[in-house]
């Protein structure tokens, strides 16, 4: 009885325990559920807070890891190193055009200049914001194609009131770079940079050729040319669409800037490589307007004031030497201020022709007088030449008589009359003298007026025809060949 007891017990302790059993296993496989969803929304939450953490990253820290030290980016070298040159295409904004100076040959001009590469270091995708816009400091730090103006010969940046600089990094890589004295933008793609957008003002040469002037047409050039990279390195071009652009607008004192713009290359050899070069150029016709008020017009009424010296009675010397003199000094002045601006060139300019037959026509006036003057006064020595003449002619005879003189009888004197018809032929040739005198005057007189009248005519009609060719050379042949250059 005792064992049958003992095995009983068990039995109903075992009975007993299975649904303890179960209970336990589940709370225990529930705990372990828990357990493990909350190692789950553990990692969620730390997800989360890493990504909120990136997104309120500070401009400080993006910048750092962009192209801080720490980032890898190195901007002394250039993108695609020792890979494929770097492709920039550049194009410029003319925000004014300054003055064309002859004297010097060059010309003043303000730009935005534009360029644009790809540089995939310069990419991100971290930070939210689509644009970044920097401190001009961090220029340093960026990689920026060394471009220059081969024909510069003097620039300037803007620093009013502060340096005019602006960095923009866009998140596709686009890196805007502008600078004012000539502005340099620069425009890239998704991974692409774009170096200076600068404005500059910038002094430039510009070879001109004056044998026209003042109507001549001048063909100024810019050219942009890397300094330090060859074309291994780095190559420019022009902007497909729109690259020479002009401000609405912009006018220039003396030229007008024709529409079209001629571009090009202009790779340079030298000793150390092939460089990149590119260049546009500009097409300048002079309008002369301040010409023909300040020059060709004052000359013209110059010359037509010496003609008037035509009309003055001969014997007004006085007047005809002071308007004649004047208006050859007056004429001698205006052309050595019509070289004032310009440069001592070897050649023979347009304007130069002017003035010389301008002042070839107002000397030539003057000495119409001369020659008039002398004409006028051919009678007068003819007459001084007789009157010689018949002194030199009674000297003789008186010398003469003091050896024939025969007595102091005047029979011999009286004989046949002779002396009353000696005195009668005298009183007879005095008044045909007289006549034969006044007749060569008048004739003296007439040739001088005539060339007085003369000169009225043909220096009109000369200098009508010089204008003529002049005009119809340099206003309409040259010009027209010049601008279709």
């Not at 980032?71 to 190193?81: L, M, V």
């Not at 340096?163 to 933008?185: A, H, P, W």
């Not at 002779?418 to 007749?439: F, I, M, W, Y």
Request: net charge positive; glycine share 6%.
């Amino acid at each position: 009885m005792g064992v049958s007891g003992g095995a009983w017990k068990p039995r109903r302790l075992t009975g007993m325990t299975r649904p303890f059993l179960k209970l336990f296993t589940t709370l225990f496989a529930c705990m372990i559920e828990m357990d493990h969803l909350r190692i789950m929304l553990a990692k969620e939450h730390d997800r989360s807070s890493s990504r909120g953490s990136s997104l309120t990253m500070s401009p400080s820290d993006f910048l750092d890891k962009l192209m801080g030290k720490t980032s890898g980016y190195d901007a002394r070298i250039r993108p695609n190193f020792k890979g494929p040159p770097v492709n920039v295409t550049c194009n410029i904004f003319i925000n004014s055009f300054g003055s064309v100076t002859e004297t010097t040959m060059d010309y003043r001009v303000n730009i935005f200049l534009r360029q644009k590469w790809n540089d995939p270091r310069l990419a991100y995708s971290e930070y939210p914001d689509p644009s970044l816009d920097l401190d001009p400091s961090m220029l340093d730090s960026i990689w920026k194609p060394d471009l220059f103006f081969a024909n510069e010969k003097g620039a300037n940046f803007h620093d009013v009131t502060t340096d005019n600089k602006l960095l923009r990094i866009s998140k596709d890589g686009t890196v805007l770079y502008s600078i004012r004295n000539n502005l340099f933008d620069l425009f890239t793609n998704p991974i692409r940079l774009y170096p200076p957008s600068a404005r500059l003002t910038l002094i430039l040469s510009c070879p001109m050729d004056l044998k026209n002037f003042p109507m001549d047409v001048q063909t100024c050039t810019m050219q942009l040319e890397s300094f330090g990279y060859t074309m291994n390195d780095l190559i420019f071009e022009w902007l497909d669409e729109g690259p020479v652009q002009v401000a609405e607008g912009l006018t220039l004192p003396q030229f007008i800037m024709r529409e079209e713009k001629e571009l090009g290359y202009c790779t340079k050899h030298y000793n150390t490589g092939k460089f990149t070069c590119i260049e546009v150029k500009f097409k300048l016709e002079r309008q002369m307007g301040y010409y023909l008020i300040q020059m060709y017009i004052p000359s013209l009424l110059i010359v037509i004031l010496s003609w008037v010296s035509f009309w003055i009675n001969m014997d007004a010397a006085p007047a005809r030497v002071a308007l004649g003199i004047t208006t050859v000094l007056t004429m001698t002045t205006q052309s050595s201020g019509s070289r004032a601006s310009l440069p001592k060139v070897s050649y023979v300019k347009a304007i130069d022709i002017w003035m010389a037959v301008c002042l070839l026509f107002v000397f030539a006036a003057l000495l119409e007088y001369a020659g008039v003057n002398f004409v006028s006064r051919q009678q007068k020595e003819f007459l001084r030449l007789k009157r010689r003449q018949k002194r030199n002619l009674k000297e003789e005879e008186l010398r003469e008589g003091r050896f024939h003189f025969s007595g102091y009888s005047m029979a011999p004197c009286m004989k046949d009359g002779g002396a009353v018809k000696s005195a009668t032929a005298n009183a007879v040739q005095q008044p045909s003298a007289l006549r034969d005198a006044e007749h060569n005057r008048k004739k003296f007189v007439d040739r001088a007026k005539r060339i007085d009248t003369i000169s009225r005519a043909a220096f009109p009609l000369a200098f009508l025809i010089f204008n003529i060719f002049y005009w119809i050379t340099y206003k309409i042949i040259r010009h027209g060949t010049a601008a279709k250059v």
